[in-house]
């Protein structure tokens, strides 16, 4: 008897042996090493050595983008936005042009930014999804996740090879060094450039602002930072139900969601939208003799969902928490976006000056507090609410004041307007994709021309084009394929793509043709996100 049970337990041993070292071993995966094109990053180091002069007697504008980080487009009271008066916010359209149809080219946070700071479309260079610090340690871990956790809509994404990037590629992720930045380029002509705020595009020594062209940086590498110390005095915190909340509060100021100044750790107690904002303006101080280009990237109304006291008791009508915290956050943006607007305006800036202001992608409606209603969708969706985002235009005395434009743009086009009104020859060895919106706002004899023929989005299987008026969203992993007539029905609730196969067809041809130009994401998804319209199912890769 003893013999047989010491049988069984050799045999149980060895088989339980092999399955642990199974279920723990490591799943870094050599297929995910990221190998970047030598050829580019030598054009890309001869093009920064070379200054280009500026002969013509004219003063190049500044330019100043700011950036909002899951605002949405009824979350400005411009666009008809009912709960916060964005006052700040709206007069730079008012001032200059509003964007009716501005679109962004990702709806997520860090494949947005890096289009925008590129002119390109991100898909070109790999920078497909949102960059990660984490993927399963082992298949167990996975395993857990995968089915025994309840992720509520965050669901673990299914790789059948069971493959993820070691920690070597996973550093590499971000921006890669063959791209320029429009720092990097407005720099050859003499700018004097900063970053204030999230960045979002890279953690490794490549990838920071400082080594992307921005002489000054102050913020946060990470998707989000808290805004203030949890137990600071007169800070209302507000904690979420959603499964992606609990590891936000956890990274705190840690690691990559640290406050920087030039990639030094600093402590920060002031209230991170108002420091921005204070920041920013003491660096427009100090450089407004001379040409300058400075990136605002806020990082609200993003979670964490903190508040001062004084914004918070301004909506005590609210009943919900998450939407009363929500409002004051996007109130307290609105006054820092003010309070550059009133520094140009006393260093009488604003006649020299370029003010871009827009949002990264939609409201994040899996807080419970944004609302991209009457339009569908949000963050994480290629719906008209993750994509079609506030986005307006300043410059006094040369925009005229309150003008509107309906033709589709993208953020793309921020490089292209910026690089052509700073006179900037471009490099020659890749092709961008934006457009120098200059001449289709102050010259009549473009007003039959359209900015972009068609427009398009790609996040791994989840895929978008518009062209005219119509659009084509395709979600390989949920196996459905929608179409809308935008002209008809902007709110997108009638698919049409049954009753016009011709245009379904014709649209998948004009995407297949845009795809030859791209290669595959240089990272793998995490997760997928699970997207409810109506009765449908769709997914987002994460």
């Not at 509520?152 to 992720?173: C, I, R, S």
């Not at 200059?438 to 010259?443: A, K, Q, S, T, V």
Request: with cysteine; net charge neutral.
């Amino acid at each position: 008897m003893k013999k047989r049970t010491k049988i069984r337990l050799g045999i149980g041993v060895g088989i339980l042996i092999p399955l642990l070292i199974f279920g723990f071993w490591p799943m870094g995966n050599p297929k995910y090493n990221i190998v970047f094109d030598k050829d580019k990053i030598d054009y890309r180091h001869r093009y920064l050595q070379q200054q280009q002069t500026h002969s013509d007697s004219t003063p190049l504008p500044n330019i100043i983008v700011i950036l909002a980080d899951d605002l949405s487009l009824m979350d400005v009271s411009r666009y008809g936005g009912q709960h916060v008066h964005t006052k700040h916010i709206d007069a730079i359209g008012a001032n200059g042009v509003t964007f009716k149809e501005g679109y962004i080219s990702s709806p997520i946070c860090a494949p947005s930014r890096a289009g925008l700071i590129t002119g390109r479309y991100q898909q070109r260079f790999g920078f497909e999804i949102n960059i990660h610090e984490r993927y399963p340690k082992n298949r167990i871990e996975y395993f857990v996740y995968a089915n025994l956790l309840n992720t509520g809509d965050w669901k673990v994404a299914q790789h059948e090879d069971w493959a993820v990037p070691t920690f070597e590629a996973m550093h590499k992720q971000g921006l890669p060094p063959t791209e320029f930045t429009l720092a990097e380029i407005l720099k050859t002509k003499g700018y004097h450039t900063a970053a204030i705020g999230k960045w979002h595009m890279g953690y490794n020594e490549t990838a920071i602002p400082i080594k992307r062209g921005f002489d000054y940086h102050y913020g946060f590498y990470e998707a989000f930072s808290l805004y203030a110390p949890e137990d600071k005095e007169g800070i209302i915190n507000q904690k979420l139900s959603d499964f992606s909340d609990p590891h936000i509060w956890g990274k705190g100021r840690t690691g990559n969601c640290a406050i920087r100044k030039n990639d030094q750790v600093i402590k920060e107690d002031t209230y991170l939208t108002t420091k921005i904002a204070s920041e920013t303006n003491a660096w427009i101080k100090a450089h407004k003799d001379d040409p300058f280009f400075v990136y605002v990237p806020f990082s609200a109304p993003h979670t964490p969902f903190q508040a001062t006291k004084a914004y918070y008791d301004q909506y005590a009508h609210i009943e919900s928490p998450e939407k009363r915290i929500y409002y004051a956050m996007i109130h307290a943006l609105d006054d820092a976006v003010g309070s550059i607007m009133q520094q140009l305006k006393e260093l009488h800036l604003e006649e020299n000056t370029l003010v871009i202001f827009l949002s990264d992608n939609g409201g994040a409606t899996y807080t419970g507090a944004a609302d991209n209603s009457p339009l569908k969708g949000g963050k994480f969706t290629n719906f008209e609410g993750g994509i079609n985002v506030p986005f307006m235009m300043q410059w006094k005395g040369t925009i005229p004041q309150g003008m509107i434009y309906r033709k589709p743009v993208s953020a793309l086009d921020i490089f292209a307007t910026s690089t052509a009104l700073a006179q900037v020859n471009l490099p020659k060895d890749r092709e961008f994709d934006g457009v120098n919106l200059m001449p289709y706002l102050l010259d009549s004899t473009y007003n039959d021309k359209v900015p972009h023929e068609a427009l398009f989005w790609r996040s791994e299987y989840h895929k978008a084009v518009r062209k005219g008026d119509w659009k084509l969203i395709q979600d390989d992993l949920a196996q459905r394929t929608v179409l809308y007539n935008l002209a008809q029905d902007k709110h997108e609730q009638q698919n049409v793509a049954h009753q016009h196969p011709a245009v379904v067809q014709s649209l998948q041809t004009d995407f297949k043709n845009w795809e030859k130009k791209l290669i595959p994401s240089n990272w793998p998804r995490v997760m997928d996100y699970e997207i409810h319209a109506g009765q449908a199912v769709y997914y987002f890769p994460l």
